[in-house]
């Protein structure tokens, strides 16, 4: 569509558009732009300038340089699930959007790879080679529309992840374009253990603070021979919590060990998939073990075990697939499950040390108590990532402040039992401050030069991950002295 139906007069719209084929590919009133002011974290609300839709990494780059030359905010992003505000243009940022990118490029069964672009949906790559009896193991429970690009960005998890491991375990390359409108590819042989810095780790997670992600080659796992999943209610979060433990410490590793509380069952009992959880219990646990099936049982006995050591109510093995799944597609619905008891949610996301379990959910619900709120808890208790969901009602006044301040106070539980305040969803601008919980001013300011290097003008998704450290500009102009000072005592 010719760029001259473009109606606006700002030039940068006018530009922005003819460089992705003219009024079809980009969005500039406000009435469009309102579905993209948020992304999953839904408290902070801000309007971008454009959103535009790029359909490779050649316009993805024109964009980029476009911005960069012009100092024009930008920022990606995917599906927009995301549940930190990584996505929110807080800046009126021109977002550039990658749905359009959504191919899956090649599969190569033989080395085990596969290469997608960054807005292709997570959940589709395994339904398209599980028929060749392959799939891809990290699982976020929004796998079914989030894309593997926003995946990258966010580090996700996952259900699978306590054996399988987070995104960055799956990511063998990546071609990024850099804040400049350079694109660079990283990897690209699919080749791990390379010599030189772990770019692929340092990009993966950044939280689409470094660059732009617009190819992706992924590992991908042959489907185990056998897998079992376990049910167990516990009369008390104590048990089901020392339950955990016990399992992680006889050795065994299952796929996934997920828990919830008396809240979060109700929730998901009063949602989509409800599965008959009594509704007196305190506590569940869904195990899913896979691998040979040779040793399987054994596993799973000893689970049952384990169960019933902590004084279990009832433990089930599900009888088959289908049961299973539908154990499955009550836990994944956990977090929108929430709105069928409460009007609004905030989701927060720590980690604690799996021994620590019974007494920080002990500590999160004096948090509860001190501000008035239900705090329903759904989390990959294997690896100890916690979720606990703050309820509230954003009609009451003062209501949303205090969810947020409810919900930093989790966060200050998990890292004060040496955790951190972060698994798998990231920092956006949601835990901004809550980064000072984990680390120094010297510290953030460390990590923030690193971004100076990749984004020197900052126009790339800023303010999201750091805070501005108080002391920081202080600590760079000591060093500036010191290093002028030493200029001059050598000359």
């Given at each position: ?6 109606q606006s007069?700002?030039?940068?719209i ?8 003219g009024?079809?590919s980009?969005l500039?009133?406000k009435?469009?732009?309102i579905a993209?002011d948020?992304?999953?974290f839904?408290?902070h609300k ?6 535009v839709?790029p359909?490779?990494t ?12 012009n ?5 990606a992003?995917?599906?927009g699930?995301g549940?930190s ?6 800046n009126?940022?021109?977002?550039i959007s990658l749905?359009r990118?959504?191919r ?9 790879r ?5 807005g292709?949906v997570?959940?589709k790559?395994t339904n ?7 799939y891809?193991a990290p699982?976020p ?5 989030c894309?593997?690009?926003g995946?990258v960005?966010e580090?996700a ?5 306590l054996?399988?491991?987070?995104t960055t375990n799956?990511?063998?390359?990546l ?13 690209k ?5 390379t010599?030189?810095?772990d ?10 603070t ?7 080659i992924?590992?991908i ?19 089901g ?9 006889a ?12 809240i979060?069952i109700e929730?998901v009992?009063a949602a989509?998939f ?7 219990i ?5 195990i899913?073990?896979?691998?040979i099936s040779?040793g399987i049982?054994?596993?799973i006995?000893?689970?049952l075990?384990l169960?019933?050591k902590?004084n ?8 088959d ?7 499955w ?6 977090f929108?499950a929430?709105g ?7 989701v927060q996301d720590?980690v604690?040390p ?8 002990d ?11 239900r ?10 990532n916690?979720h ?11 209501e949303?402040?205090?969810?947020l301040?409810a919900?930093?106070?989790?966060l200050k539980?998990?890292a004060?039992a ?11 601008i949601?835990?901004?401050e ?9 510290e953030?300011?460390a ?11 900052n126009?790339l998704?800023a303010g999201?991950?750091?805070?501005t ?5 202080e ?5 500036k002295v010191?290093?002028e000072r030493?200029k001059v005592?050598t000359?």
């Amino acid at each position: 569509m010719a760029v001259s139906r473009i109606q606006s007069n700002d030039k940068h719209i006018q530009n922005l558009a003819a460089i992705v084929g003219g009024e079809h590919s980009i969005l500039y009133h406000k009435e469009d732009l309102i579905a993209y002011d948020c992304d999953g974290f839904t408290l902070h609300k801000h309007l971008p300038k454009a959103v535009v839709f790029p359909k490779n990494t050649e316009e993805v780059a024109k964009l980029v340089k476009y911005c960069s030359d012009n100092q024009l905010p930008f920022l990606a992003r995917g599906a927009g699930t995301g549940l930190s505000g990584g996505a929110i243009p807080i800046n009126g940022e021109v977002i550039i959007s990658l749905v359009r990118m959504k191919r899956l490029l090649s599969v190569d069964l033989e080395n085990r790879r596969a290469v997608v672009e960054p807005g292709y949906v997570n959940l589709k790559l395994t339904n398209s080679i599980s028929d060749k009896g392959y799939y891809y193991a990290p699982d976020p429970s929004s796998q079914y529309c989030c894309t593997i690009g926003g995946n990258v960005a966010e580090n996700a998890g996952g259900a699978h992840c306590l054996k399988y491991g987070v995104t960055t375990n799956h990511i063998l390359g990546l071609e990024v374009v850099l804040p400049s409108g350079e694109i660079i590819e990283i990897g690209k042989k699919g080749i791990l253990d390379t010599p030189g810095y772990d770019l692929l780790g340092l990009l993966t997670g950044s939280e689409g603070t470094l660059g732009i992600v617009t190819k992706i080659i992924v590992r991908i796992l042959k489907k185990p021979e056998a897998k079992q999943t376990i049910l167990a209610y516990f009369d008390k979060v104590s048990d089901g919590s020392q339950a955990v433990s016990d399992i992680i410490s006889a050795g065994i590793v299952p796929a996934a060990l997920e828990m919830m509380d008396k809240i979060a069952i109700e929730g998901v009992e009063a949602a989509a998939f409800p599965v008959g959880h009594p509704k007196d219990i305190e506590a569940m646990l869904l195990i899913e073990v896979d691998g040979i099936s040779a040793g399987i049982n054994d596993q799973i006995n000893q689970i049952l075990d384990l169960c019933k050591k902590r004084n279990v109510r009832e433990v089930k093995v599900a009888k088959d697939e289908q049961e299973s799944n539908r154990w499955w597609a009550n836990r994944k619905t956990g977090f929108g499950a929430m709105g069928a008891i409460s009007p609004d949610y905030l989701v927060q996301d720590g980690v604690i040390p799996r021994s620590k379990l019974p007494e920080v959910l002990d500590r999160i619900q004096k948090v509860s108590e001190e501000y008035g709120l239900r705090i329903a808890n759904i989390f990959h208790a294997g690896d100890g990532n916690l979720h606990p969901l703050v309820l509230f009602d954003a009609r009451i006044p003062g209501e949303s402040e205090k969810a947020l301040k409810a919900g930093s106070a989790c966060l200050k539980v998990c890292a004060d039992a040496g955790g951190t305040i972060t698994g798998e969803h990231g920092v956006g601008i949601e835990k901004r401050e809550e980064m000072r919980f984990v680390f120094t001013d010297e510290e953030i300011m460390a990590q923030t030069n690193i971004r100076e290097v990749f984004n020197p003008n900052n126009l790339l998704n800023a303010g999201k991950l750091f805070p501005t450290p108080a002391r920081c500009m202080e600590i760079k102009k000591e060093m500036k002295v010191s290093h002028e000072r030493k200029k001059v005592g050598t000359t």
